[in-house]
């Protein structure tokens, strides 16, 4: 009877032990060893590794919150049972998902792209192997101080992810005006287009930024005292695209030699 009873209790230290242990797992699973730049590689028909060098997708982190990159924008990333999911909906792209191979440990990015897929055939959920690489350089953007009034804006941005297109403030008497470009490649040659004319903007209160009208619907560029950067905030989705202020304006348009981000159709 002794015996028996030292045996139950000997069980019972196990499952609670293994318990334990299954829960610590499933802590670790979104531990920061997860954070970083992915480089993306696939398999040909002939199984054959090809790795993209030029295009890379980040896991990054904010707040307890995970996010990730497209076309500039930073993207929410919520957990699931197979690793982190496209967390901005309604989205053509949503499913997209990084998925684990173990706990701390993406192994695949699974992109799904519905727009793409009305224009263009494509392999929906395709799989890309992920492999972990430095962080690529010049992504700093943060400045040491706001700017002191709505003059201070004025100026070039350029998406810190994305510097295929560009938006200036510029002032002509009391009115300040917007301008977009976009790197365009010309007879084998990249320029700056403009698109469109000049438009006008609001600027906010209390040296905040501006109110920018882009094509009917209400964008703002803002200074971000919290994180200390300029960036673009879509008005109806909320979503944030951090951007750099260029000192200037006069340098030889270049083509980004890499891509940042989950390569998307628009």
């Known amino acids: 009877m002794k015996l028996r009873y030292i045996i139950i209790i000997f069980l019972a230290s196990l499952l609670f032990s293994g318990c334990q242990l299954f829960k610590k797992k499933t802590v670790a699973m979104y531990d ?31 707040n307890k919150q995970f996010y990730t990159i497209c076309r500039g924008f930073e993207m929410p990333l919520n957990t699931c049972s197979a690793g982190l999911e496209w967390g901005f909906t309604p989205s053509s792209m949503e499913g997209t998902m990084f998925v684990f191979c173990g706990p701390g440990w993406p192994c695949h990015l699974k992109i799904y792209d519905r727009q793409k897929a009305v224009f263009d055939w494509y392999e929906p959920g395709k799989k890309y192997k992920l492999i972990k690489v430095a962080e690529p350089e010049g992504l700093s953007y943060t400045v040491e101080s706001a700017p002191e009034n709505s003059d201070g804006f004025i100026g070039i941005y350029q998406p810190v992810y994305f510097p295929w297109m560009r ?11 917007y301008k977009y470009s976009e790197l365009r490649i010309v007879q084998e040659e990249a320029k700056w287009i403009a698109m469109g004319m ?69």
Do not use: C, H
Request: charged share 30%; hydrophobic share 40%; net charge negative.
């Open 167 to 177: 938006v200036e403030i510029s002032k002509e008497a009391d009115k300040y005006n």
């Open 198 to 266: 000049a438009e006008s903007v609001l600027p906010l209160d209390e040296a905040q930024g501006f109110l920018v009208i882009y094509q009917k619907a209400k964008n703002y560029l803002l200074f971000s005292k919290e994180l200390s950067r300029f960036e673009v905030i879509i008005g109806s989705t909320g979503l944030r695209m951090p951007m750099v202020k260029l000192t200037s304006s006069e340098e030889t348009p270049q083509v980004p030699k890499v891509n940042l981000g989950i390569p998307s159709w628009n």
């Open 32 to 62: 920061d060893r997860i954070i970083g730049w992915y480089k993306l590689s696939t398999k040909t028909i002939d199984d054959a590794v090809v790795e993209d060098d030029d295009t890379l997708v980040p896991i990054l982190k904010r």
